[in-house]
């Protein structure tokens, strides 16, 4: 879709009954995505001490940012699984768009972002302990 491929937007958009649409896929992607960078852009790391741990957890919790982090994926989640393929990507713009207004990503990391993330899934549905 990022690279405005008919015939790769046309074979992402389709999916057979019984088979989760993209349009849920892409919100999951996305909430997936900004549970991992929000906490990061907060300071917050493994190791923290506690009480740097709970004032940086307060600060991110009041967050502008973070708040309207919460509710756009929480928003494109209840209109996905009903969406059109014009609607889909629609989200699928939103949610990379947002992704990169919130980061220090630029439009040329996008697809190598994507890439990862596919491989990522791809060891993750193959690994036998998940």
Do not use: C, F
């Not at 928003?75 to 947002?98: D, F, G, M, V």
């Amino acid at each position: 879709m990022w690279r405005d491929d008919e015939a790769d937007t046309a074979a992402l958009l389709l999916h057979e009954p019984g088979e989760i649409p993209t349009a849920v896929l892409l919100t999951e992607l996305g909430e997936s995505i900004m549970q991992q960078l929000l906490p990061a852009q907060a300071g917050i790391h493994d190791g923290m001490p506690d009480h740097e741990l709970a004032a940086a957890a307060e600060k991110m919790r009041t967050d502008p940012t973070v708040q309207v982090s919460r509710v756009l994926p929480e928003t494109l989640k209840a209109l996905a699984p009903t969406t059109t393929p014009n609607q889909t990507e629609i989200i699928a713009r939103a949610l990379i768009s947002y992704l990169l207004s919130i980061s220090e990503a630029t439009e040329d990391d996008v697809l190598p972002l994507l890439n990862t993330l596919r491989q990522a899934a791809l060891q993750r549905s193959s690994d036998p302990s998940n």
